[in-house]
């Protein structure tokens, strides 16, 4: 799977670690930064990785920062993208099965580093339940639509 990643500042390390994780799994990982542990501005960085994802560049993307809502919230700018936070297995599992998220957002400073990796492995191991959920992210297609 091609895996877009991207993160501010607070939560560099994390992506490190999880980008190591994902190319050890024999996935594709595309960074789309940023490279260091430096002060920046989340949007320049998780904008372009939700954009990736929504034009099918990449089939799924991971965003980090310090709680994870403000990455959430600018990945979701992106009409077609479904970025679920998640704070542990239990929201990353149903962010797949109940919206389809094609994208996870993680706060590393509300995440443990032993469960991180375990986030990761059961949102990319869900699949998508379908049914009444499909309704749903219909509804939520045609009612944002400008």
Known sequence: MKIA???????YHYKTIIIEHLKSLGHEVVDFGTDS??????PDFIIPAAKAVAAG????????GGSGNGEAIA?????GIRCA?????ET????RQHNKANMISIGERMTAEGDV???????LATEFEGGRHQRRIEK????SQN
Do not use: F
């Not at 990945?75 to 009409?79: D, K, L």
């Not at 939520?140 to 009612?143: C, R």
């Open 75 to 79: 990945a979701n700018r992106i009409h």
């Open 85 to 89: 936070l998640t704070w542990n297995v």
């Open 37 to 42: 542990d430096e002060s920046c501005d989340y």
């Open 117 to 123: 990796l375990k986030i990761v492995d059961a949102w």
């Open 92 to 95: 990353a599992k149903l962010g």
């Open 57 to 64: 560049e990449c089939e799924r993307g991971i965003v980090l």
């Open 140 to 143: 939520i297609d045609v009612l």
């Open 5 to 11: 990643i991207a993160s501010d500042h607070a939560g």
